[in-house]
């Protein structure tokens, strides 16, 4: 074969992964960097935001890679079912499965010469057959057995490393409000590159992103500082 004809095609096949970094990261950023903003607002020393943020990071982690795994779970739940009915609707109602491939293949474009020999073929091939009802009839993959557990991990773990980035002045610098600027200053950039990063795979305008995931960060900790403020006054 020429060189030039040689082609290679490259395509995104970690959605998921970067789902759940997302979701991890995302919390991570936002909700510890809320916290130190209201507990600094309640004119609480570094030495108590500390804690109690670190206390979240651990909890909140826990929370959303149990959230994670349960989530990816169900999805292997409800595929397994789903799968289950279409192994017995074969055996019981065939022609009318048979009918419905027909059909899935029409609205491909396809005329019934060209696939009926495809629907004879699958009848003879009952596995293939599910395969291709849970692909085209219900739009469901076969999820990938570890995902539960990867899901979980890896949520916990951007949890856990975006949450310390907030937390980091305050471990530094022992006044609250001079740690209270640092940490404004390092979570939004924090916020704008992991913004700009999400934008570009998951297919957003990368700028767009950017000022999006920094304005939600920036509106939930003046939110949680101005609360915090209004109380302890």
């Known amino acids: 074969m020429c060189p030039a004809t040689l082609h290679t095609e490259r395509h995104f096949t970690a959605g998921e992964v970067v789902r759940d970094i997302v979701i991890g990261m995302s919390d991570g950023l936002t909700v510890p960097f809320a916290l130190a903003a209201g507990l600094s607002g309640a004119a609480a020393p570094s030495s108590i935001v500390v804690t109690a943020g670190l206390a979240e990071v651990a909890a909140g982690s826990i929370a959303m890679g149990l959230g994670g795994y349960l989530a990816a779970r169900s999805d292997a739940d409800h595929y397994e079912n789903e799968r289950k009915r279409e192994e017995d609707e074969i055996v019981q109602v065939p022609d009318t499965e048979a009918d419905e491939v027909a059909e899935i293949l029409a609205n491909f474009g396809l005329e019934?010469?060209?696939?009926?020999?495809?629907?004879?073929?699958?009848?003879?091939?009952?596995?293939?057959?599910?395969?291709?009802?849970?692909?085209?009839?219900?739009?469901?993959?076969?999820?990938?057995?570890?995902?539960?557990?990867?899901?979980?991990?890896?949520?916990?773990?951007?949890?856990?490393?975006?949450?310390?980035?907030?937390?980091?002045?305050?471990?530094?610098?022992?006044?609250?409000?001079?740690?209270?600027?640092?940490?404004i200053v390092v979570t939004l950039l924090a916020l704008f590159i992991f913004g700009y990063v999400k934008g570009r795979f998951t297919g957003l305008r990368p700028v767009w992103s950017a000022f999006q995931t920094v304005f939600i960060g920036a509106l939930a900790s003046a939110a949680a500082f101005s609360i915090a403020k209004a109380i302890s006054a």
């Open 112 to 183: 019934p010469n060209e696939y009926w020999p495809v629907v004879e073929a699958l009848r003879k091939r009952p596995e293939a057959w599910v395969d291709f009802m849970m692909r085209f009839e219900l739009g469901l993959e076969k999820p990938d057995p570890a995902r539960a557990l990867q899901s979980a991990l890896t949520i916990a773990a951007s949890y856990i490393i975006g949450g310390l980035i907030p937390l980091l002045p305050y471990i530094i610098i022992s006044e609250a409000l001079e740690a209270l600027k640092v940490s």
